[in-house]
């Protein structure tokens, strides 16, 4: 596996997972483009952990010609079948390096389009795109991000492919005991940025204090929007209604202890949060954000609503707090959705078949 740095994020956080699951038939080791001086490495000692030998490539930029000579050599040296890149740096330059050495190649993209503010950018997440499209196999994580994509940057080619992401479904487990309506603790996790839309989610939960004084909201993750988001709490009066606990590394033991889960994320190509919330039995409040449709489903594990629609939110969330049967409903059937299509060991059935493929067809 080659990550464009160990910093802290999802796909990173997924391959530590990977490692730690131990999955039978599959040696896995990984590297980073970014040097080790970068500073992008909080996820190194994870990593390590999970005896994954992290390693780093120290590729400095895009246009780095050493850089690029230090990824083929250790491309050329490694005893491995395949190649799997992951993210958009590792995307365009890994499938080139893999193909001078004659490596089985893979590359999963594991965010929807972005919006580019440089035709620089642009042609950057289109390399991404087209290069391991052409050179091995893409993987997008969604239907979503693959309909994006392809609209984008198509037309789409038979070498893509829509795998998402697993989570180990044995590391989380249903709390126990009667869920309260009268001091409710509902959490959310996801990086602190703008496009998570937390200062929204501050908002709505205003009005479920209104309904519910004893409810408390945990904020789960760390980013440049803190400021923003200990504004809008500061605004809105709820110091004691919200708690902000920064990145935290026992997110299972904590959602072991919530109501349940909400996002007012306005952009997602798969929130493994939300998958994480279904393996815990939790029912999950989201908006109708990209792939945050493909794992809650409206009346089914969880309630579905309209971008920055706050009012709205609001009102779906208080409905599911004020309804512990319905709760519960939402997150037996969350529960056995990760079991079936999200499972660490579904993921990994299709990556190995992914890869057998890639392998054959390079003889």
Known sequence: MVLDSYNFGGAENLIAELGRFEPLGL????????????????????????????AYI???????????????????????DVVHAHLGYSAIL???????????????????????SSRGEWLKERMSVRIPARLGRLVLVSQHAFDQYARRHGPA??????????????????????????????????????????????????????????????????????????????????????QLLGRREDVPDILRTVDGVVSASVDEALPTALI????????????????????????VTGRLVPLRDVPALTAALVEVIGNPYLAARFGAAGRAQAEEKYSMRTWIARLEELYREVIDERG
């Open 27 to 54: 040696d896995v080791s990984v590297a980073s483009l970014a040097p080790e001086a970068s500073g992008r490495n909080a996820l190194f000692g994870r990593l390590a952990d999970a005896r994954l030998k992290p």
């Open 58 to 80: 120290s590729v400095r930029k895009l246009l780095d010609f050493r850089g690029f000579l230090r990824l083929v050599r250790t491309l050329r040296d490694a005893d491995v």
């Open 94 to 116: 890994v499938p080139l390096a893999a193909r001078l050495v004659g490596k089985p190649v893979v590359a999963t993209l594991h965010l929807s389009p972005q919006p580019h």
């Open 157 to 242: 080619r038979s070498t893509w492919r829509v795998i998402p992401n697993g989570v180990n479904v044995t590391r989380y487990s249903a709390r126990g005991g009667q869920r309260s309506t009268e001091r409710p603790v509902w959490a959310v996790v996801a990086a602190l940025r703008p496009d998570k839309n937390h200062v929204d989610l501050i908002r709505a939960w205003a009005g479920v204090v209104q309904v519910y004084p004893g409810a408390t909201l945990l904020v789960i993750g760390d980013g440049p929007s803190r400021a923003d988001i200990e504004a809008a709490v500061a605004d809105a009066g709820l110091e004691a209604s919200v």
């Open 276 to 299: 994480e919330a279904g393996a815990c039995g939790l029912p999950v409040v989201a908006s109708d954000a990209g792939g945050t449709r493909e794992i809650v489903v409206d009346g």
